[in-house]
């Protein structure tokens, strides 16, 4: 409860709520019009962070593998019995890599660095269960390839 009144009070503070309306008949949360307040300063190191993000995200490659079969499989051909393993180790990979691109993991002991990678695999689980979530096989090699698509992106441009 502690923490729920802290996020109330620091959203009051940071989020300028005069122009939101929401009308008394719907529940409709894409009518509401929430701006955050913050600097240019802090816009510039938001898209640095998300630099570093994709860079570690980028960093461990999906595997020619990994790759060839999701889009078999979005073809309908089945995966084979290795392919979630090796998915799953990948994005672990990744979401490591992400965090150890953080200053803050090099300050921690080393059972917090465990407890800390022992805890990736619920976002791996999260990511997983998004793209299970999808509509399609070709929806999921879509959203997995996108990176695969900035990685061509910013090598050749």
């Known amino acids: 409860m502690k923490t729920l009144v802290k996020m ?9 709520w005069d122009d939101i309306f929401v009308p008394q008949s719907t529940t409709n949360l894409s009518n509401l019009n929430l701006v955050m307040a913050y600097t240019q300063e802090e816009e510039e190191w938001c898209s640095k962070q998300l630099e570093n993000f994709d860079e570690g995200f980028l960093s461990v490659p999906m595997g020619e593998d990994i790759v060839r079969e999701a889009v078999m499989n979005a073809l309908g051909v089945p995966v084979s019995k290795s392919f979630m393993k090796k998915t799953i180790f ?3 990979e990744r979401f ?6 953080s200053p803050v993991l090099t300050n921690l002991s080393t059972r917090q ?11 791996v689980a ?5 793209l299970e979530n999808s509509s399609s096989g070709l929806d999921q090699v879509i ?14 441009t």
């Not at 490591?96 to 691109?101: A, E, F, T, V, Y």
């Open 8 to 16: 109330a009070v620091f959203g009051s503070y940071n989020i300028q």
């Open 90 to 92: 990948v994005f672990i």
């Open 96 to 101: 490591w890599h992400i965090l150890c691109l």
């Open 113 to 123: 660095k465990e407890h800390l990678r022992s805890n990736i695999h619920n976002g």
């Open 126 to 130: 999260l990511l997983l269960a998004r």
């Open 143 to 156: 959203h997995i390839s996108v990176n695969i698509i900035y990685t061509i992106n910013k090598t050749f």
